[in-house]
Protein backbone atom coordinates (compact mmCIF):
# COMPACT_ATOMS: atom_id res chain seq x y z
CA UNK A 1 0.00 0.00 0.00
CA UNK A 2 1.23 3.74 -0.98
CA UNK A 3 1.76 6.09 1.80
CA UNK A 4 -0.06 8.87 1.27
CA UNK A 5 2.38 11.71 2.09
CA UNK A 6 -0.18 14.75 1.96
CA UNK A 7 -2.65 13.48 4.34
CA UNK A 8 0.98 12.53 6.96
CA UNK A 9 1.96 16.27 6.01
CA UNK A 10 -1.66 17.91 7.25
CA UNK A 11 -1.92 15.53 9.98
CA UNK A 12 1.79 15.69 11.17
CA UNK A 13 3.77 18.90 10.06
CA UNK A 14 2.77 21.21 12.93
CA UNK A 15 3.27 18.65 15.51
CA UNK A 16 6.72 17.74 13.97
CA UNK A 17 8.06 21.28 13.93
CA UNK A 18 6.81 21.33 18.00
CA UNK A 19 9.23 18.82 18.09
CA UNK A 20 11.97 19.74 16.31
CA UNK A 21 11.09 23.36 17.73
CA UNK A 22 12.41 21.69 21.40
CA UNK A 23 15.14 19.84 20.14
CA UNK A 24 16.80 22.96 18.20
CA UNK A 25 14.91 26.15 19.81
CA UNK A 26 14.62 27.79 16.92
CA UNK A 27 11.40 27.75 14.94
CA UNK A 28 12.58 29.24 11.47
CA UNK A 29 15.12 26.05 11.95
CA UNK A 30 12.13 23.94 13.07
CA UNK A 31 10.23 24.37 10.30
CA UNK A 32 13.16 23.99 7.35
CA UNK A 33 13.94 20.41 9.18
CA UNK A 34 10.44 19.45 9.57
CA UNK A 35 10.70 20.63 5.90
CA UNK A 36 13.51 18.18 5.16
CA UNK A 37 12.13 15.10 6.87
CA UNK A 38 9.30 15.90 4.37
CA UNK A 39 11.41 15.75 1.48
CA UNK A 40 13.72 12.61 2.93
CA UNK A 41 9.89 10.70 2.62
CA UNK A 42 8.83 11.81 -0.94
CA UNK A 43 10.81 8.51 -2.31
CA UNK A 44 10.08 6.01 1.01
CA UNK A 45 7.94 3.84 2.14
CA UNK A 46 8.18 2.85 5.26
CA UNK A 47 5.77 0.74 6.88
CA UNK A 48 4.51 3.08 9.89
CA UNK A 49 5.32 6.63 8.65
CA UNK A 50 4.71 8.81 11.17
CA UNK A 51 7.49 6.59 13.35
CA UNK A 52 9.60 6.89 10.16
CA UNK A 53 8.98 10.55 10.36
CA UNK A 54 9.91 11.04 13.93
CA UNK A 55 13.31 9.06 13.84
CA UNK A 56 14.77 10.75 10.94
CA UNK A 57 13.39 13.99 12.49
CA UNK A 58 15.30 13.17 15.78
CA UNK A 59 18.27 12.41 13.58
CA UNK A 60 18.28 15.52 11.57
CA UNK A 61 17.92 17.20 15.10
CA UNK A 62 20.92 15.62 16.35
CA UNK A 63 23.14 16.12 13.65
CA UNK A 64 21.92 20.58 13.95
CA UNK A 65 23.01 19.91 17.89
CA UNK A 66 26.38 18.76 16.87
CA UNK A 67 26.55 21.44 14.17
CA UNK A 68 25.82 24.35 16.12
CA UNK A 69 28.02 22.61 19.32
CA UNK A 70 30.97 22.51 16.52
CA UNK A 71 30.53 25.95 15.38
CA UNK A 72 30.27 27.22 19.15
CA UNK A 73 33.57 25.54 19.55
CA UNK A 74 35.14 27.05 16.61
CA UNK A 75 34.02 30.56 17.41
CA UNK A 76 35.47 30.24 20.88
CA UNK A 77 38.96 29.48 19.53
CA UNK A 78 38.71 32.13 16.87
CA UNK A 79 37.70 34.36 19.91
CA UNK A 80 40.29 33.19 22.08
CA UNK A 81 42.55 33.84 19.13
CA UNK A 82 41.65 37.53 18.54
CA UNK A 83 41.96 38.06 22.48
CA UNK A 84 45.68 36.53 22.40
CA UNK A 85 46.27 38.35 18.97
CA UNK A 86 45.27 41.70 20.55
CA UNK A 87 47.29 41.19 23.79
CA UNK A 88 49.97 40.40 22.33
CA UNK A 89 50.17 43.69 20.25
CA UNK A 90 52.27 42.90 17.40
CA UNK A 91 55.22 45.11 16.38
CA UNK A 92 54.71 47.00 12.97
CA UNK A 93 57.58 44.60 11.41
CA UNK A 94 55.07 41.69 13.25
CA UNK A 95 52.11 42.82 11.59
CA UNK A 96 53.48 43.14 8.07
CA UNK A 97 54.96 39.59 8.50
CA UNK A 98 51.53 38.48 9.28
CA UNK A 99 49.94 40.24 6.58
CA UNK A 100 52.56 38.52 4.19
CA UNK A 101 52.10 35.19 5.48
CA UNK A 102 48.66 35.47 4.57
CA UNK A 103 49.03 37.01 1.51
CA UNK A 104 50.96 34.38 0.53
CA UNK A 105 48.32 31.76 1.78
CA UNK A 106 46.08 33.20 -0.17
CA UNK A 107 47.91 33.22 -3.32
CA UNK A 108 48.61 29.48 -2.71
CA UNK A 109 45.35 28.84 -2.31
CA UNK A 110 44.48 30.38 -5.44
CA UNK A 111 46.34 27.65 -7.53
CA UNK A 112 44.26 25.15 -6.04
CA UNK A 113 41.52 23.72 -7.78
CA UNK A 114 38.09 25.24 -6.61
CA UNK A 115 37.03 21.24 -5.47
CA UNK A 116 40.38 21.14 -3.17
CA UNK A 117 40.27 24.95 -1.95
CA UNK A 118 36.53 24.12 -1.06
CA UNK A 119 37.21 21.16 0.99
CA UNK A 120 40.08 22.74 3.05
CA UNK A 121 37.98 25.63 3.23
CA UNK A 122 35.09 23.98 4.87
CA UNK A 123 37.38 21.12 7.02
CA UNK A 124 38.83 24.67 8.49
CA UNK A 125 36.01 26.44 9.17
CA UNK A 126 35.38 22.90 11.34
CA UNK A 127 32.93 20.71 9.05
CA UNK A 128 32.79 17.12 9.62
CA UNK A 129 33.49 14.82 6.55
CA UNK A 130 29.98 13.95 5.96
CA UNK A 131 29.23 17.52 6.52
CA UNK A 132 31.80 18.45 3.81
CA UNK A 133 30.56 15.33 1.56
CA UNK A 134 27.15 16.85 1.57
CA UNK A 135 28.34 20.17 0.57
CA UNK A 136 30.62 19.49 -2.08
CA UNK A 137 29.07 16.40 -3.35
CA UNK A 138 31.84 14.09 -2.63
CA UNK A 139 31.50 10.69 -1.53
CA UNK A 140 31.92 10.61 2.38
CA UNK A 141 34.65 8.43 1.82
CA UNK A 142 36.34 10.15 -0.51
CA UNK A 143 36.62 13.26 1.35
CA UNK A 144 39.51 12.04 3.59
CA UNK A 145 41.69 11.56 0.43
CA UNK A 146 40.78 14.37 -0.88
CA UNK A 147 41.68 16.80 2.00
CA UNK A 148 45.35 15.07 2.35
CA UNK A 149 45.82 15.62 -1.10
CA UNK A 150 44.53 19.31 -1.18
CA UNK A 151 47.04 19.74 1.71
CA UNK A 152 49.42 18.18 -0.08
CA UNK A 153 49.24 20.83 -3.30
CA UNK A 154 48.41 23.30 -1.12
CA UNK A 155 52.01 22.86 0.93
CA UNK A 156 53.42 22.58 -2.48
CA UNK A 157 51.52 25.42 -3.99
CA UNK A 158 53.20 27.51 -0.92
CA UNK A 159 56.54 26.27 -1.37
CA UNK A 160 56.43 27.35 -5.38
CA UNK A 161 55.44 30.85 -4.23
CA UNK A 162 58.17 30.85 -1.65
CA UNK A 163 61.06 30.04 -4.21
CA UNK A 164 59.65 32.35 -6.56
CA UNK A 165 59.74 34.89 -4.22
CA UNK A 166 63.01 33.84 -3.04
CA UNK A 167 64.19 33.99 -6.86
CA UNK A 168 62.94 37.36 -7.56
CA UNK A 169 65.35 38.89 -5.22
Not at 29 to 40: G, I, K, S, Y
Request: charged content about 30%; some cysteine; aromatic content about 6%.
Amino acid sequence: MSVDWAEVYRGCFAELVRFLHRRVWDRDRAEELAQEVFVRALDQQPANPRAWLYRVALNLARDETRLVVRRKRHLALLRREAEHLESTAPLPSAAVEERERMEGLRRALERLSERDRDVLLLWNAGLSYAEIAAQTGLAAGAVSTTLARALKRLTEAHTALEAEHAARG
